[in-house]
C-alpha cells in the first residue's frame, strides 16, 4: 500500500468516526443523556475531521441552529482542505 493510500485510508476513517460522533451526540440529545461537549466537536472538526461534523449536521439535523457551527465548521473545513491541499503537494513533489 503506497502513502497516499494509507493517508486516504486514515482520513476517510477519522472522518467517519467525526461523522458518528455527531450522530450518537443527537441522539444523546433525543434522550435526556451526558452529551459530547462542544469543544470536542470543534476539536475533532479543526483535527481535520471537518468533512464528517459537516456530513454529520446535515445528516443528522444537528447543531445546525448555532451560530457558532454555522461559521466554525465550515472555516475549519475550507482550513483542512486547504492544509490537505498543501500538504499533499508538498509531500509528493
Known amino acids: ?5 494509507i493517508i486516504a485510508v486514515i482520513y476517510l476513517g477519522w472522518n467517519l ?3 458518528g460522533i455527531v450522530g450518537i451526540d443527537k441522539l ?7 452529551r459530547i461537549s462542544e ?3 470543534f476539536l475533532s472538526a479543526f483535527l481535520l475531521g471537518a ?11 444537528h447543531k445546525v441552529s448555532k451560530a457558532n457551527f454555522r461559521f466554525l465548521i465550515p472555516l475549519f473545513l475550507i482550513i483542512n482542505l486547504t492544509g490537505l491541499y498543501f500538504g499533499m ?3 509528493f513533489m
Request: with cysteine; hydrophobic share 55%; charged share 20%.
Open 28 to 34: 444523546k440529545a433525543k434522550k435526556n443523556l451526558f
Open 1 to 5: 500500500m503506497e502513502t497516499i493510500d
Open 39 to 41: 469543544l470536542a466537536l
Open 89 to 91: 503537494k508538498y509531500l
Open 17 to 19: 468516526l467525526t461523522f
Open 51 to 61: 468533512v464528517g461534523v459537516t456530513c454529520g449536521m446535515l445528516v443528522f439535523h
